[in-house]
């Protein structure tokens, strides 16, 4: 039986949300619903994301409360090591066209959800169902709970995977995903000319107007979250600090929303909002020697290749923009140390990061200094976590004074990389790259000029948060935490 509550709950998350553009497009008056929001409730622009800042593995922590060694998420590309083979979750269309449109959706729309993301976590959908509260998700990249869907391949779709797609997904009560899963009576003209290049109905117009759909006609559950992917694209071909004109578009689908009411005030009566973005973006310049091609760098090992299963290569590559994971698949005593280096020596490396022997080392790049971390007793940081810190604790901007410690360019550092690299899938040791570097191999994007992320580094990490409720205000703000306080919100245990 579910408690009584006064309001429901509309979770937005806005890919690529950069703290900067927001306060460009609050300032030039480009937002009035999200700013009517902010003057009534609780703002932060220095939400701190978990790492790696890519899409999957911040859906995964938002949708679930944890880091990627609990969900088992660690990237938008990474390797198997049970199936020996590279997850790419369609990072280029030059990894649709290699690896085949099947595979790529596969992975994405239904593996994702259903058997990689670990079944030892509950996504949100599964708590509040299991407590007796309704729950949707429009457009969302995690969405796993348990009411059975039937999806529709589009015919483009179907053609490209020689109609091998198909099948059902486990999600809430109320879950749309595009044309896969169009909302059954929704009628619009637009939906049937939203072709791939419109991402098969997977972008902000849509999503906002299903949910207008929802509200206006009384289907709102109780716990809605809306996935608004299109300042993503935007912040990937111009300044990601300078995405006004994409939040603006942002601002018109919750002003949709909020006009599902009788007024703005009523909308906030009724419902509590929480809205943020999945990571940010930093610019990457606009400089040929600021593409930093790794498979080149590493070629004096044998690397995985993306279409072909691995076994017998030294190691696999595995980039995701400004972060980059290595896999040893040859387990020969020589290779970590070989491995490390030849990144120490790369141009455009910030940090590399291991485990070993209980403690987790980075490096900073051309091997300029060294830290190891653990959890201990020796410092205490500004989350009330606490550890012991050995080396030069610069690598990371971190300083130490009586106790305790502060962080500088990369928010909450240790508990982040602490996060990442106790994950089963994540690699054997991560690169990250330096603020205007990007990681690129023949399959990977290059945003040369434009915004990209995965790193550590603040730009890509923090994120603003709004929330309509000042009771329910976190006081230091983490993506890991906002399932926590959905769950507080509706009376259930964090």
């Not at 259903?114 to 079944?119: G, V, Y």
């Not at 987790?360 to 205490?380: L, N």
Request: proline share 5%.
């Amino acid at each position: 039986m579910a408690s009584v509550v006064k309001k429901k709950l509309i979770l937005l998350v806005v890919d690529s949300f950069h703290p900067h553009a927001l306060k460009r497009s609050l300032e030039r008056k480009m937002m009035p619903a999200l700013e009517y929001i902010i003057n009534r409730g609780y703002f932060t622009d220095r939400c701190v994301s978990v790492f790696p800042t890519m899409t999957p593995t911040c859906a995964s922590s938002i949708a679930t409360g944890t880091l990627p060694s609990q969900h088992q998420i660690p990237g938008f590309v990474w390797y198997s090591r049970r199936e020996k083979r590279m997850i790419n979750y369609g990072m280029t269309l030059w990894v649709v066209l290699k690896l085949g449109a099947r595979r790529v959706i596969q992975d994405l729309l239904f593996n994702l959800n259903q058997n990689q993301l670990s079944s030892k976590v509950k996504t949100i959908y599964e708590t509040l169902e299991q407590g007796g509260f309704s729950t949707g998700a429009v457009n969302p990249f995690i969405f796993r709970a348990g009411r059975e869907h039937s999806t529709k391949i589009p015919l483009s779709l179907g053609v490209a995977s020689i109609f091998k797609l198909g099948g059902p997904v486990w999600g809430p009560e109320s879950l749309f995903l595009g044309k896969i899963l169009p909302p059954s009576g929704f009628k619009s003209k637009l939906l049937t000319n939203w072709h791939y290049y419109r991402k098969y109905g997977v972008n902000d117009e849509y999503s906002g107007l299903v949910t207008e759909w929802l509200i206006s006609g009384g289907r709102q559950p109780d716990m809605l979250s809306v996935y608004l992917p299109d300042t993503d694209g935007y912040a990937h071909h111009h300044d990601p600090s300078r995405t006004e004109l994409s939040l603006k578009r942002v601002d018109r689908q919750l002003q949709k929303i909020m006009n599902c009411f009788g007024s703005w005030a009523e909308a906030l009566q009724k419902n509590m909002f929480i809205i943020t973005g999945d990571h940010s973006q930093s610019l990457v310049q606009n400089s040929g020697d600021h593409m930093v091609n790794l498979t080149e760098i590493f070629g004096e090992f044998s690397l995985a290749k993306l279409d072909e299963q691995a076994g017998d290569g030294d190691i696999a590559v595995c980039i995701n923009e400004r972060m980059c994971h290595i896999y040893f698949l040859n387990q020969a005593g020589h290779l970590p140390g070989e491995v490390l280096k030849v990144a120490g020596a790369a141009p455009g490396i910030d940090q590399i990061a291991w485990k070993e022997n209980g403690w987790y080392k980075v490096v900073r790049g051309s091997m300029a200094g060294e830290v190891s971390f653990r959890p201990g007793s020796g410092y205490s940081d500004e989350y009330g976590q606490n550890w012991d810190i050995r080396g030069d604790p610069g690598v990371l901007d971190i300083s130490l004074f009586q106790g305790k410690m502060a962080y500088g360019d990369y928010p909450d550092a240790l508990n982040r990389l602490q996060g990442f690299l106790d994950c089963a899938q994540a690699g054997d040791m991560v690169l990250t790259a330096r603020p205007g570097y990007e990681f690129t191999d023949k399959y990977s994007p290059s945003h040369q000029g434009c915004g990209s992320h995965g790193s550590l580094f603040w730009e890509d990490s923090l994120v603003p948060l709004v929330i309509s409720d000042q009771d329910y205000a976190p006081q230091r703000p983490r993506l890991q935490d906002i399932a926590g306080i959905i769950r507080c919100y509706f009376g259930l245990p964090r």
